[in-house]
């Protein structure tokens, strides 16, 4: 099984320009998420979805937005990307069961210039 | 709600030493405290976790303790070896009631494990 897969790995963007993360999963997991890591921060919480159809914000969800149609896949996108946004971008599944770990893709690397 | 803190942020040890890590939560219902390991351009990774039901857990090298009463739990890597450096995650879940599978997860720990 491939897991969580996120593309692109790297990406370089323009102030003002849009862009959308994809993130998929292939274990049939219900829950899914969407964190940034900033240097020497930890993981800062975007979205979060708990099964398709179903959305709901984190800890930084400004300037982001998700949908979630399937239960495999995750887009986060960025509507009017800014300098602030130059983060790496993880994606995460989980089962859906109290107290299991979450499972990471291997991130976006994201500058906005 | 939950609050997570990690110490210390970088650990240097020597091949063959014992590195730990400590965590501290403050939500007092947390019950599951998991540990991630991200190695250079990848994803954290799980490497053990533990549930409130018991004390302590080993798996090989790696072992983590957890202290309900304090509010804490720590891992420990005995007989570190190079392919040990990399960042180091703790983390907990905000506790309450619903069911979100959230974490929160602390700042990190660099190893470096010096050959």
């Known amino acids: 099984n491939a897991g969580v897969t996120q593309t692109p790995k790297f990406r370089i963007l323009k102030i003002g320009q849009s862009m959308t993360l994809q993130c998929t999963q292939d274990m049939n997991h219900n829950y899914m998420y969407w964190y940034r890591q900033d240097p020497g921060m930890g993981l800062k919480l975007i979205y979060y979805?708990?099964?398709?159809?179903?959305?709901d914000k984190g800890e930084v969800p400004n300037g982001y937005n998700v949908s979630r149609s399937t239960t495999e896949d995750f887009p986060l996108r960025l509507e009017l990307a800014a300098p602030s946004q130059t983060s790496v971008y993880f994606c995460a599944s989980q089962t859906g069961l109290r107290d299991q770990p979450q499972h990471f893709g291997d991130g976006t690397r994201l500058s906005i210039l | 709600g939950e609050n997570v803190e990690q110490h210390p942020s970088t650990l240097s040890v020597q091949e063959g030493d014992s590195a730990v890590i400590k965590c501290t939560y403050s939500d007092s219902a947390s019950n599951y405290f998991p540990w991630y390991k991200q190695e250079l351009g990848k994803g954290p990774q799980l490497i053990i976790d533990i549930r409130s039901n018991v004390g302590e857990k080993k798996d090989q090298r790696i072992a983590v303790t957890l202290n309900k009463t304090a509010k804490h739990f720590s891992l420990h890597i005995t007989e570190t070896q190079p392919e040990d450096s990399a960042v180091y995650f703790c983390a907990a879940p905000p506790g309450g009631s619903s069911n979100t599978g959230k974490l929160i997860f602390g700042q990190g720990t660099t190893l470096q494990v010096k050959p």
């Open positions: 979805s708990v099964g398709a159809g179903i959305t």
